[in-house]
């Protein structure tokens, strides 16, 4: 049940790198080893755009073609399945697709989508473009270079007030696959109401926050289970 009556009860998923680990996908901890030939300013800040935009395109393009050919795994699509249920709505960090190809339809990318671009321009113009890359010289209807509609270091997060507005009025939590070390997701979870059941998820968390529950373990074993409690 709901807070009010006939209300079907609201669920808040926020996810991180963590969730796509099991689809193949590195976290940002593994990604990071990626970055060591190249720093992220060079390849995930306005400044290393400016400097060197071919670079920054073979990066996210090659990020895309992986995520693209990843699958969603199986708390995916449990995650999806709670939407026979409840109202749902998932805060994700991450910029792979697997959440919508899993079947959720209400999702909050915070810090954007690989599945986009956008022009460089005033008006922003968004388009999507799947798995393709993009290249130097590809305008948008403005005229503007595309780029990855990715939110960059410095950059501000994205749906930060609706998000917090969903995390305060949820009556259940679930947070699988981050370490709550990258904003938006860190201050989030004090926003989630005392009474919410709260549920973490991840392999390893030094500091649970307050009023969670920890399971730790990998999400293709653990999610599932934790959302077939939810549902029946
Ligand atoms: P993080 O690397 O800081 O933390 C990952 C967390 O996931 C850790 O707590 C780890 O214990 C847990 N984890 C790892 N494998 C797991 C598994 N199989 N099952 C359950 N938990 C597992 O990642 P973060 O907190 O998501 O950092 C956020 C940043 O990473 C964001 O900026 C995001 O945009 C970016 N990112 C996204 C993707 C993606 O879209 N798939 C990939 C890499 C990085």
Known sequence: ??????????????????????????????AAGLWRQHSWQELASPEGWRRNPALVLEFYNERRAKAWAAQPNSAHVAIAALETKFDVVVVTQNVD?????????????????????????PARRRYRIDGAP????????????LRPDIVWFGEMTQFRDEAREHVAAADKILVVGTSLSVYPAASLVDDARADADKVLNSLEMDEVPRGFSFRPGQATSVVPRIIDEWIS
């Open 97 to 121: 697709a697997l959440h919508e190809r899993a079947g959720s339809t209400n999702v909050l990318h915070v810090h954007g989508e690989l599945a986009f671009a956008r022009g460089t321009g």
């Open 134 to 145: 993009i290249e130097i010289g590809q305008l948008c209807d403005e005229g503007t270079q």
């Open 1 to 30: 049940m709901g807070r009010y009556p006939g209300m079907r009860p609201r669920i808040v998923i926020l996810s991180g790198s963590g969730l796509s680990a099991e689809s193949g996908l590195p976290t940002f901890r593994d």
